[in-house]
Structures are given as C-alpha cells and as structure tokens.
C-alpha cells in the first residue's frame, strides 16, 4: 500500500525574499493564474505587480524589501509551495513564522488566497507606513545549536533592564530557535547592541525595514488592521492551525471571531513563540517531516534548533541534526533546490511507523 508522508508545513516570514530569491515566482510558479488575479488587485490599489517585482533585472533592497513589496511576495511563493506540498503530502497542520501566520491562514484555509493576499498586503502597507521600531536578531545557542549556559536568561534581564530606562522601548519579539528577535525603539536596540558580546562577527545583526513587531509599540497598527479588515475574510479552517503561541485552532471547533481577534490583535502586539510552534506541532502530530515553505532558506535552522531544545526523537545537537538529515530529512525546505524535489517528487513507499 502506497501512503503520502506526513507533514506539518511552515511558512516563512519576512526577510526570507532576498537577492538570491529573485525570479522565484516565476521559476517555480510561472502561468499559475492566481499571479494574475493578485497582480491585478494590487494594479488596482496602485502598487507595483508580483510579476514586475519577481522579474526585475537587479534586487534593489529599497523596492524588494519594504513591508508593502516583500510581504506580498513572501505570500505568493509561499502558498504556491503550500498548494504544491498539499498534494503530495498528507498535511497535518499548518503554521508559520510572524507575517508567516497571514500564509498559513490561507494555506490551512482559513482565508482564500484572494482574502490571504488581502490581510498580507493590508497589513504589509500599514507597517511600511506606520511601523516604528525596529529588530535586532541574536543566538543564544553554541556551534552545536545547544544553548550556552544562562545565556538566554540572561538577555531576558538585560532586555527587561533596558526596557526600565526613561525613553527606551525594548521587548521580546520573536523566539526563533536558537535565536531571539528583539525588538523596540532605536535607543533600545542601541542598548541592546552595545550591551551584548559580538558573535561570529555578524551579531548582534540589525534587521533591514523591519518595525518592532510583534509588541505593544504596534498597537496603533493592530488597529488600524482590524478597522480596515473585516469579519467576512475569516472562516473555518481546513486544517489545524499552530498559532505562535503553540495554540492549534482546530476545524469545526475553532471560534472565528477570536482567530481574527488573535491575527489582528495578540499575535502583532505580542511576542511571537516560533520555537512552541514548532514544538506543538511535534507533539501534537508527529510528522514524517516538517516541510518550510519558499522562499528562502534562513528557517530551517530555526525549526531543527526548536525540535533540538526538547531531544525529539533523540536529535539533542546540530550533529545528530545533520545524521538525520542525511539519512532521512526530517526538516525540508522548498527553498533548496537539492530539498524542493523532496516534496514535489513521487513516493512509493509506505512511510515508516
């Protein structure tokens, strides 16, 4: 008997369309009509087109990576893949990291792709206009993707003592694995950067056109995307969804009203745990593999780092990590070209018990 692999998929967020991403739409999606519908909407609202933007000679940092552009590329190539992957795998639950919450969403069916293009490039806009902030991204794991001592605690005192000072704002945004997204105002993140040791010679890394996301100096914007979308783009999912929280919004029993309360409120105003996402869909579903979505390839590490912190299935290091890999993925992204046929081939063989 033949079975499709289990997964859970995970979509990427921001920052994950870069120089080495351009053209992808078009490389792996092109004549899908779903581009056309979402160029024209955007067309209509006086926008720069996926297709113009995907098929751009040069990647131009101040066009490719502002809230208005990248997001809605991200989206794109993002659910592609997710359609993509549903058919050849026997999909779980869908989750995703911070703008990757609006794909998963649409992906678990939540939305349709026309309402998912609508909440990203709605919300996308409201943060290029009126984000403040800024993040700032940091490990606290070693070589092995182990964590270093106290180390992670004790960034949660500095960033609490740094938030304490007059006219500073600094925050927890995102827990991503092995690293932490730290978010706030510039005196914060200033601090922040000055406070902690250089490491590999590239943290503490800025993050380009990103605001402070996922805390409290975004409430201004959470309101503005409850007023501007309405009770009419949500409906119940198809699949479980794990928000980023680790919570799962499960089909027919899940409240609509407190999902869109959840996306338009808690989950941009709050910290973001990618990492409880990841553990959640481990223990809750137990996939063959833990498929991320394109574009991109930056998400990967995340997702082993957070399997890694709770030993699953025996992984306790980024060595035991990388046996597995090599014996039998565990973790695929569509976003390698030596990973993507690993979700779009075809399988004849029953997945292992």
């Not at 569509?334 to 081939?345: H, I, N, T």
Request: with cysteine.
């Amino acid at each position: 008997m033949t079975l499709r692999p289990t997964a859970v998929l995970i979509c990427p967020g921001r920052g994950t369309y870069n120089k080495a991403e351009l053209g992808t739409l078009g490389r792996f999606h092109a004549g899908n009509p779903l581009i056309a519908t979402w160029d024209a909407m955007r067309a209509d609202a006086g926008q720069q087109t996926l297709t113009a933007l995907d098929s751009a000679q040069h990647f131009a940092p101040g066009r490719h990576t502002t809230g208005d552009n990248a997001s809605a590329l991200i989206y794109a190539c993002s659910y592609l893949d997710a359609q993509a992957a549903l058919q050849s795998h026997d999909v779980k639950a869908v989750t995703g990291n911070s703008l990757g919450w609006y794909i998963a969403l649409a992906a678990g069916g939540s939305t349709d792709a026309i309402g998912g293009l609508t909440i990203v490039n709605t919300m996308g806009t409201l943060m290029h206009r009126h984000g403040a902030g800024g993040q700032i991204l940091y490990p606290f794991v070693d070589e092995d993707w182990r964590p270093i001592g106290e180390t992670e605690a004790e960034i949660m005192d500095l960033i609490a003592r740094i938030d304490g000072r007059p006219d500073h704002r600094l925050a927890l945004s995102i827990h991503l694995g092995g690293m932490l997204v730290v978010a706030g105002n510039d005196a914060g993140l200033d601090a922040f950067a000055d406070s902690v040791p250089s490491k590999d010679g590239r943290y503490p890394l800025r993050l380009p056109n990103h605001a402070a996301f996922h805390t409290d100096m975004l409430a201004q914007v959470a309101e503005m995307g409850r007023a501007a979308l309405g009770p009419d783009l949500f409906c119940d999912p198809h699949l479980p969804l794990i928000d980023g929280r680790g919570s799962v919004w499960w089909p027919k029993s899940s409240d609509i009203g407190a999902l869109r309360g959840y996306t338009l409120d808690t989950q941009i105003t709050r910290t973001c745990d990618f990492t409880a996402a990841i553990q959640s869909a481990a223990r809750n579903f137990a996939p063959y593999r833990f498929i991320v979505t394109g574009p991109g390839t930056t998400l990967g590490s995340a997702v082993a780092q957070s399997l890694i912190a709770i030993n699953w299935q025996g992984i306790d290091s980024k060595a035991a990590f990388m046996a597995r890999q090599a014996r039998d993925p565990l973790v695929v992204s569509m976003g390698r070209p030596d990973q993507r046929p690993l979700v779009l081939g075809d399988f004849t063989t029953v997945e292992p018990a």
